[in-house]
């Protein structure tokens, strides 16, 4: 499914979510930045306690593994709605950041 869909089609369906609530006057940047990382607290949350090795386990575990892809699907879903908010090209940006980040941090690979 990543394959076929784009991320503006995730975009407009967190758009249209949020419009068919009427919710645009609660997604400010500070409530969406701030609900981004309450989500993500919640996904380290499964892992809190966890080593490396336990941290697999856990994923390994079906049930589990629908918890964590729940919240990171949370996490995803307010990193768009803030895009969307912020008028921000997530595409652009990503590829911006990593062609940056090729600079930092470049290939060990020959
Ligand atoms: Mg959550």
Redesign the pocket.
């Known amino acids: 499914m990543d394959v076929k869909t784009s991320v503006g089609e995730l975009k407009d369906l967190v758009r249209n979510f949020v419009a068919a609530r009427e919710w645009e006057s609660f997604h400010s940047s500070k409530h969406l930045a701030m609900s981004i990382a309450i ?1 993500a607290a ?1 996904l380290m949350e499964h892992f809190q306690w966890t080593d490396a090795d336990e941290g697999q386990v856990l994923l390994a575990d079906a049930e589990k593994k629908l918890e964590v892809t ?2 990171l699907a ?1 996490i995803l879903i307010y990193c768009l709605a803030f895009a969307n908010q912020a008028d921000i090209d997530i595409s652009s940006a990503i590829k911006s950041k990593l062609d940056r980040n090729e600079f930092r941090f470049p290939s060990i690979q020959k």
């Open positions: 989500e919640e729940d919240e949370d």
